[in-house]
């Protein structure tokens, strides 16, 4: 039996999820859309995601790899998971949504093929909450000073040991260190995206890393102390952890002959 290596990139609200990988005895994203693939593909499959969201933490562009065998075509599953994964069959709209799906050469692997990350996180800088938008965004009252949260991000910027960003608990990693390629922050009145890219992030890396913005732009740490907080590669040192409905996996990066 010739085996297919299938690539999927996926969007979901991670709301309702005990994040992306799978577990016994909870509902995830891997485990949802896994059980989809296989009522479509007749077939067991078994994903090897790029990167494992928590609880809480949605997806624009999250994406996985599979094997499967002879049967229905690459370019047909994605309208049939995504009619198995809705849950108003009027709307026809579910907490998954699959946006590509296609045939690679085999060896490709949607992690360890990965360049690099862009992730997103929204901020709600208003003076009462919205009780309709707290699934979405981290939403503050006091407020932030965003000149002085674009400065401090400068610091962050480049190659650098990242440890004092980083929450224990995660997978353990070789090296803290990694590039951060770009890191903005744009703002639409009371609405701010924090856009950052890199080479790879460590457990928990960007909501930490929002989380110490969020307090330059409240003025309880200078924009200046971020460079001595990468120093001291001590997390103690360092922000919050921002909590995980703001942030989005926005897309991963692939070298483009993959793709051609």
Request: proline letters at 4%; one cysteine or more.
């Given at each position: 039996?010739?085996?297919?290596?299938?690539?999927i990139?996926?969007?979901?609200?991670?709301?309702?999820?005990?994040?992306?990988?799978r577990q016994r005895n909870a509902r995830t994203v891997c485990g949802e859309l896994e059980a989809a693939l296989s009522r479509v593909c007749g077939q067991?499959?078994?994903?090897?995601?790029?990167?494992?969201?928590?609880?809480?933490?949605?997806?624009?562009?999250?994406?996985?790899t599979f094997s499967l065998g002879?049967?229905?075509?690459?370019?047909?599953?994605?309208?049939?998971?995504?009619?198995?994964?809705?849950?108003?069959?009027?709307?026809?709209?579910?907490?998954?949504?699959?946006?590509?799906?296609?045939?690679?050469?085999?060896?490709?692997?949607?992690r360890y093929n990965s360049k690099g990350k862009r992730y997103i996180y929204k901020l709600r800088n208003a003076d009462s909450p919205d009780?309709?938008?707290?699934?979405?965004?981290?939403?503050?009252?006091?407020?932030?000073?965003?000149?002085?949260?674009?400065k401090a991000a400068s610091y962050i910027v480049g190659t650098h040991d990242f440890a004092c960003f980083q929450t224990a608990g995660g997978t353990p990693r070789e090296t803290t260190v990694r590039t951060v390629y770009e890191l903005e922050l744009l703002q639409d009145g009371e609405y701010i995206t924090v856009s950052i890219a890199g080479d790879g992030f460590l457990y928990n890396m960007v909501r930490i890393i929002v989380g110490t913005l969020v307090e330059v732009g409240q003025g309880r740490r200078t924009a200046e102390s971020v460079a001595e907080t990468i120093e001291s590669k001590d997390r103690g040192k360092a922000g919050h952890t921002a909590p995980p409905q703001g942030l989005y996996l926005k897309e991963v990066f692939y070298d483009p002959e993959f793709f051609e």
């Open positions: 039996m010739t085996e297919r290596n299938i690539f990139k996926i969007a979901y609200d991670g709301t309702n999820f005990s994040g992306w990988q067991e499959v078994s994903l090897n995601g790029c990167s494992r969201t928590d609880a809480g933490v949605h997806a624009l562009g999250q994406t996985a002879p049967g229905i075509p690459a370019e047909r599953i994605k309208k049939a998971v995504n009619d198995c994964l809705a849950k108003d069959k009027l709307e026809r709209v579910g907490e998954i949504e699959v946006l590509e799906v296609r045939e690679m050469p085999e060896g490709f692997h949607a009780i309709f938008k707290r699934t979405r965004y981290y939403q503050t009252s006091r407020p932030l000073d965003v000149e002085a949260m674009r």
